[in-house]
């Protein structure tokens, strides 16, 4: 048998069923008698709201109930909390916020007449000014937008890390200073399977099953406990597959709760599936940071300090899904890879009439904003200096003997060799050749951009003494029942929504207890089952219940050992696991497998031992793990367009131990994807009225294969010091990464004309533009 | 989204007998594009239904319309409207002005507001829709006048 599991290109054991149309979503879940319901939204950004009209909808043949705020106040769920503390309407009462926000929902006997009805609900809306530009959420003529809170502003918190005194200390004699605003546009993950739910409660058990596109089914089930404050033994939530989550699907969202009600209310399960447009337009957007960075340096390039402010732009609600300590998530990482003295951030959040969200699409807690920052601010620091941007990133990284290493922010990075990534990634992409060709074609005219992202992550979140959501520690657990005949059934309290979790929790399980991956069934999803856990998003699937699960392995193989004793006629201190079997230390032919040792759990027990082979744990982090990478963007810009090519992409990621080489590269690949896209052509703006501008897949564009480049991938392993395998995850790095090769690429090719920073998307429109303004006329 | 819209109809008619048209929440109602039902709810007021919308987002609105005649030769209207989940609202102004030859030159200005899909959906169209709709309706006032005269 082949015992090396770990690091094997498994092929992936769920694809099967994917790939054939046999997954288990949450539309394709139908229960008898079951109803559906569809939600009447706001027009308006901002309004009174008046009365609302039933009677058209109810008339629509079909139709069971329409429901209201008001009669969701009646039971005290017109209002539910959101993961950051805040409050949030399910259903408007007295005004509505945001355009698209939930105002009343009509149930009906088929999908079709719950969307008839919902059309013929009449609702009186008295619009009010609105407030779109977070830069004016605080003048003294902005509206108030939460009528509802204590404090009479439209400023939510302000947070800040660092040391804002030392700061100014080491930039008061700095050589150079550069300063630079960017925006990371509000956008939208958007995953090709919209939300959902199917909510059960049943009149003979009184027990409450809700189906639902959940990243995070555990926590659902507490939430759902305190908010409908139903007892949490009589809740069981189900996640069942999902079509990619990216964050969108952290949120617990209002058509989740009206749900509930309903099938409290009618006696019967109740569907709710979310259109495209519900789903762009008031789920979980993205991003929406307005930053402005600055750094001090010498006249050579050593980097010094590091100032950075933001304005963070939260919608109607602060129902950001982050770590409760950390209103920020964690954008204290954007010292990045590079060895700052000092370094000050600060963040103000506002309200604004858009929709809430703010932590999603593969952002790893807002790493991708830290990311982006300090990368197109080292770029443009870069510039200022006339250095060629790889050699100013040679000058500062983090040198291997500074692991760990102490951020002037707080953090202390696990493990790394810039040095040795960045090398391989210019090897690989022969960057001196480019900036030979790049030069030439300078001097005949044409525009080509070398972008350089030399990105650190921070994931795994995390250690219990730093980090919770609404109070539930954000450890993460694995329970293995190994059978008789010696076969696996492993349980998480993550979820999985397309990362590969059955395969490399199993490749993780195999290898602890020297079986194969087919000998493992990996189940996440089912509250009842599953162990506890705050579940899968911010990369942490790998670095806590993978840790879990390699931890639980040995729990399982500490019993093992004893049973292999008695098979073995040996004392348990004679006993050592070796080459995937228990044997007799220095009598290596004298050995049982694990499959015999299951066999005997159940069969032929040592005296005295429980029977049974099983185990459970629960992995609290020591640290959070620090995955980083080199990527390199090589971009030509057509003069006449605007049209940018992106000739090539490479990726070298280092994520400590690999455990299935071909998942993260798919991962890379994703994720490289959902950066291109972001980079170039997403964006959900704003009009004037707080219309939203892109509701869908006209405006707001996902690339096909014919738009993405082709990726390179490459991959250095620097292993996690404290993570039982050395693994750090992976999931995210993609995104985090690559919007600011990218974007340094093309702000490179158009250096010669001045051109020192663009905001993203880089539309054609918008290089078009640049070009025109730098006198370009072909 | 918000719009600005303005036109002027010659009307071959007098100039009491324009504003006398434009004053009437009756008369005016039947000028509305599309219109599927009239009611005059008051001496200045009305509420209709219209078939509205643009491409796909099409469907029944209802607007309510309010005229003021108390500022003289300036008539305003105010118009609020929903349907499919949309929201619109009009102000306008009207003047009319006596020419040397016996016609009536109608002014009109209006700042048009959308809210909702149509604004996100339709964005692009919205524009080119809404003066075309607001175009229609003053086309419209003229034409019941000059077939009445």
Known sequence: ?778 | MKMQLSGVETIHAAKADVYAFVTDPNRVGRCLPDLQELEVTGGSQLVAHVRMGIGPIRGRFKLAAELDASRGEQIGMTLKGSGMGNGLTMTSTMRVEAAADGTTALHWSADASVSGPLAGVGGRLLEGQAKKTTTELFANIRQALEAAS
């Not at chain 1, 929406?288 to 050593?302: F, L, N, S, V, W």
């Not at chain 1, 309290?493 to 199993?506: F, I, V």
């Not at chain 1, 995210?732 to 905001?759: Q, T, W, Y």
Request: proline residues 6%; contains cysteine.
């Open chain 1, 1 to 778: 048998m082949d015992t090396q599991v770990i690091g094997k290109p498994i092929k992936r054991k769920e694809d099967p069923r994917f790939l054939q149309g046999r997954g288990n979503y949450i539309d394709d879940i139908k229960l008898p008698n079951m109803a559906y319901m569809a939600i009447v939204r706001s027009p308006y950004a901002h309004a009174r709201l008046g009365a609302i009209h039933k009677e058209a909808a109810l008339a629509v043949p079909g139709v069971i109930a329409v429901i209201t705020g008001q009669d969701l106040a009646a039971a005290g769920l017109a209002w539910m909390p959101t993961l950051a503390g805040d409050n949030q309407m399910v259903l408007a009462t007295s005004k509505v916020l945001f355009q698209y926000q939930e105002v009343a929902a009509v149930i009906a006997e088929t999908r079709e007449a719950a969307y008839d009805g919902a059309a013929l609900v009449e609702v009186d809306y008295d619009p009010l000014p609105v407030l779109v530009d977070p830069h004016q959420a605080q003048v003294a003529t902005a509206p108030l937008l939460r009528e509802d809170r204590e404090t009479k502003s439209n400023h939510i918190w302000h947070w800040e890390a660092g040391d804002a005194g030392a700061v100014q200390r080491v930039a008061s004699d700095a050589e150079v200073i550069i300063k630079q605003q960017m925006y990371f546009p509000r956008c939208h993950a958007s995953p090709l399977e919209t939300c959902g739910c199917v909510a059960d409660m049943s009149k003979a058990t009184g027990r409450l099953t809700l189906y639902v596109t959940s990243q995070a089914p555990h926590a659902y089930r507490t939430v759902l406990a305190l908010v409908a404050k139903l007892p949490e033994h009589m809740i069981r939530v189900v996640s069942p597959d999902i079509g990619g989550g990216f964050g969108a699907k952290v949120g617990v969202y209002p058509g989740y709760v009206v749900a509930v009600v309903a099938s409290i209310v009618t006696g019967r399960p109740v569907k709710w599936i979310e259109t495209r447009t519900e789903h762009l337009a008031s789920t979980a957007f993205a991003r929406d940071y307005h930053m402005t960075a600055e750094i001090a340096a010498t006249r050579e390039g050593k980097v010094k300090a590091l100032k950075v402010h933001t304005l963070a732009d939260h919608g109607a609600f602060d129902a950001q899904a982050n770590p409760s300590k950390f209103p920020a998530g964690l954008f204290s990482i954007c010292t990045g890879s590079y060895d700052f003295e000092a370094a000050h951030v600060a963040v103000d959040a506002v309200y604004t009439n858009k929709a809430p969200g703010g932590v999603s699409y593969r952002c790893s807690f807002r790493v991708t904003e830290a990311s982006y920052l300090i990368e197109r601010a080292m770029d443009v620091l870069a510039a200022e200096l006339q250095m060629d941007p790889v050699d100013l990133r040679k000058k500062n990284l983090i040198q291997p003997d500074q692991f760990p290493y102490a951020s002037p922010l707080g953090w202390t990075y696990d493990s790394g060799n810039y040095q040795h990534t960045l090398d391989k990634a210019l090897a690989l992409i022969g960057y001196a050749d480019l900036r030979k060709e790049q030069a030439e074609k300078r001097a005949r005219g044409e525009l080509m951009g070398i972008g350089v992202s030399f990105f650190t992550e921070i994931v795994g979140a995390g250690p219990s003494k730093q980090f919770d959501i609404l109070g539930l520690k954000m450890f993460d657990s694995a329970e293995i029942r190994v059978h008789p005949t010696g076969k696996v059934l492993a349980r998480f309290g993550t979820r999985g929504q397309g990362q590969g979790h059955e395969t490399t929790y199993a490749q993780i399980v195999a290898h602890e207890l020297g079986l194969t991956a087919d000998d493992v069934l990996v189940e996440e999803g089912d509250t009842d089952t599953a162990p506890y856990g705050l579940g899968t998003y911010g990369s942490r699937s790998t670095p806590t219940s993978g840790a879990a699960a390699a931890l639980c392995g040995r729990r399982v193989r500490d019993k093992a050992a004893k049973i292999a004793a008695h098979l073995l006629e040996a004392a348990e201190h004679d006993i050592e696991w070796q080459d995937a079997k228990f044997q007799i230390k220095g009598a290596p032919e004298r050995s049982v497998t694990m499959k015999d040792v299951a066999f005997a759990a159940y069969t032929n027990l040592p005296p005295g031992l429980e029977p049974g082979l099983e185990a459970t744990f629960y992995y609290d982090p020591p640290n959070l793990t620090f995955p980083y990478g080199c990527y390199i963007a090589v971009v030509d810009i057509d003069k006449g367009t605007g049209e940018v090519k992106v000739r090539r992409f490479l990726a070298v990621d280092d994520c400590g131990t690999v455990i299935n080489p071909m998942v993260v590269e798919g991962q890379i690949h994703g994720g490289l994807t959902e950066g291109f896209a972001i980079a170039f052509m997403q964006e959900i703006p704003y009009d004037e009225n707080g219309n939203c501008l892109a509701s869908n897949f006209t405006e707001y564009l996902v690339p096909t294969a014919v738009e993405s480049p082709r990726w390179e991938t490459a991959s250095t392993v620097t292993p996690s010091p404290h993570h039982p395998i050395g693994a750090k995850g992976v999931g995210e790095s993609p995104n985090v990464g690559s919007p600011a090769a990218f974007v340094n690429a093309v702000v490179d090719a158009l250096s010669p004309l001045g051109v020192r920073h663009l905001d993203m998307p880089l539309t054609r429109p918008k290089i078009w533009k640049a070009l025109r303004n730098a006198g370009i006329t072909e």
